[in-house]
């Protein structure tokens, strides 16, 4: 079999050794009755690394959203979010479908909406409107290119909130990417979000899991609603000691998936017909002048580079864990090849 550069997410990552060995070590309980050990060490690791007074662990990271969302909202109440994050576009309208929430989405340069548009956003007290409750945030954001928020605006957004009476969820997928990126804790980075969650499966490589933290009243309303949404598993020990290895042995280790992706990138940069977008973190976004997307991105597969579309003209490349400086090489010959023939 043809041996795969796999840039398609940092989500591709297999299970190293050490995780494998602690899986079929983990001491484990039920953890819906609450006796899961292995369980409770990672939420209480994690509740402390996010800055929280407790976290909870989960099977996705689409699940943590939406379980946050539950929690943060009634039906008929409107979320304010940016058009390109992660819970309005790529939830399969979860916000609609599963707790009668209405979307406000808005636009913003770097997943940015400026802070006049939020505040513009917000319902009147009136009978005929309903009522804004929650603004989402996503760090860093995926669809603008794994781009960092910067600190300042968070905790503006955050005033803001305060200010409006709203609550403030961030979607922190790769939080530990962007603190990694910034030089910051992540404590310090998740601190002005109510609730915030890190999947432990991107960019840190473990097979399954994400946490979402906050105050105890939020995660113990939390607990109920995954259980709602069909998240309460039983011995997850065997799960969550893979999410441990992970916050151990691979969480120190970001800053090298980001220099590889800087690597890539200039590399890819010295394409005729690349446009590419400086990576902040481990996220490669490139752009094709006039070569056609699929055409190409179906060329590199057949050359084992794999990468996704990314809306029209763009194709993104994950760096993680898994891919190398040979995997960086064969990646930019495949598309100096592509380029020079048109995918053809
Ligand atoms: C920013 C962001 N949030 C949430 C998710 C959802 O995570 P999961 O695939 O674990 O549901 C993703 C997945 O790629 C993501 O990029």
Sequence with gaps: MLARSDFRSDTVTQPDAAMREAMAAAVVG????????????????????????????????????????????????????????????FEQGGLAALHGVQAVPLPGAAGQVPLAALRGALRPDDQHFPRSRLIVLENTHNLCGGVVLPQTYVTQVRDLADELGLQLHLDGARLANAAAASGSSIASAAAPAHSVTL???????????????GSREFCSAARRARKLLGGGMRQAGVLAAAGLVALSDWLPRLQRDHLLARQLAAS?????????????????????????????????????VLCVGFGPGRLRFAVHRDVSEVDVERAVSALQAAMTTGGA
Aim: glycine share 8%; net charge negative.
């Design 30 to 89: 039920d953890d819906v009755f609450g006796d899961d050990p292995t369980v409770q060490q990672l939420e209480a690791h994690a509740a402390a690394l996010l800055g929280k007074d407790a976290a909870l662990f989960l099977p996705s990271g689409t699940m943590a959203n939406q379980v946050a969302v539950r929690v943060h909202t009634r039906p008929g109440d409107e979320v304010i979010l940016h058009e390109g994050c992660h819970v309005y576009r």
């Design 199 to 213: 999947c432990l499966s991107k960019g840190l490589g473990a097979p399954v899991g994400t946490m979402l933290a």
């Design 268 to 304: 890819l940069a010295t394409i005729p017909g690349v446009l590419v977008q400086p990576p902040e973190t481990n996220l490669v976004v490139l752009t094709l002048e006039s070569a056609p997307q699929e055409a190409v991105r179906a060329f590199l597969a057949r050359a084992g």
